[in-house]
């Protein structure tokens, strides 16, 4: 069964740090994309970052560039979101992604293109 398990989401002060973990087991998605997506009460889910299967290529939205960094570590078939300068707007539950080619080009921003997701973990960032 392939699972994929967020971890490190928690409650922490505006202009603080967190680091999400994507845990995944059951297959290996050493040559799958990754993604960070999250959803706001209220809100459509929405992307955060895509990391390629190499991990070269990395993509960001303008709200978190050059406050987040997606990464990923093949042999332990995880991936990473470090998050700084956490801001209030940033509360949201956070899930994790793989998608669902084989070497895909281009890491794809888009829900749709994600075949398998975690069950998400809850970051909360106080103003």
């Known amino acids: 069964q392939v699972q994929l398990v967020e971890s490190g989401g928690g409650l922490v002060q505006t202009g603080g740090s967190l680091r999400l973990s994507c845990a995944a087991s059951?297959?290996?998605?050493?040559?799958?994309?990754m993604g960070w997506f999250r959803q706001a009460p209220g809100k459509e889910r929405e992307f955060v970052a895509a990391i390629g299967w190499s991990g070269d290529t990395t993509y960001y939205a303008d709200s978190v560039k050059g406050r987040f960094m997606i990464s990923r570590d093949n042999a332990k078939n995880t991936a990473y979101l470090q998050m700084n300068t956490l801001k209030p707007e940033d509360t949201a539950v956070y899930y994790c992604?793989?998608?669902?080619?084989?070497?895909?080009?281009?890491?794809?921003?888009?829900?749709?293109?994600?075949?398998?997701w975690g069950q998400g973990t809850q970051v909360t960032v106080s103003s």
């Open positions: 059951g297959r290996s998605f050493r040559w799958n994309a």
């Open positions: 992604a793989a998608d669902q080619f084989y070497k895909s080009t281009y890491p794809p921003t888009r829900p749709g293109s994600y075949e398998y």
